[in-house]
């Protein structure tokens, strides 16, 4: 089984910009459909961006942040990318990337990684 490694988040002020990684580990990534996910404290987790297929391409936003959140993926590397500009103290989380098979039942979560977002 692989698993999904998340460095980085941290703190920035509102109005600032923070990319978060995710990088794949023992899986054939370009058969996963890639998305990011966030829970803020009291609230469910929800869904904030993704691809709609493995192959890239279509994505799909959370109202909260479209325009300012942006889905990437490179497949040389593994690696999944969430670019995440004018950030707002609203949008303080933690943030979970996630990988689901195309075509077969394998779901991955990464261990997540808090940003938060304060003056």
């Known amino acids: 089984q692989g698993h999904l490694v998340e460095p980085g988040g941290g703190l920035v002020q509102p109005g600032g910009s923070l990319r978060l990684s995710c990088e794949a580990f023992g899986i054939p990534f370009t058969s996963y459909v890639m998305s990011w996910y966030r829970q803020a404290p009291g609230k469910e987790r929800e869904p904030v961006a993704g691809?709609?297929?493995?192959?890239?391409?279509?994505?799909n936003y959370a109202d909260s942040v479209k325009g300012r959140f942006f889905i990437t993926r490179s497949n040389a590397k593994n690696t999944v990318y969430l670019q995440m500009n004018s950030l707002k103290p609203e949008d303080t989380a933690v943030y979970y990337c996630n990988a689901v098979g195309y075509g077969f039942r394998s779901t991955l979560w990464g261990q997540g990684t808090q940003v938060t977002v304060s003056s």
């Open positions: 691809y709609l297929t493995n192959t890239g391409g279509h994505t």
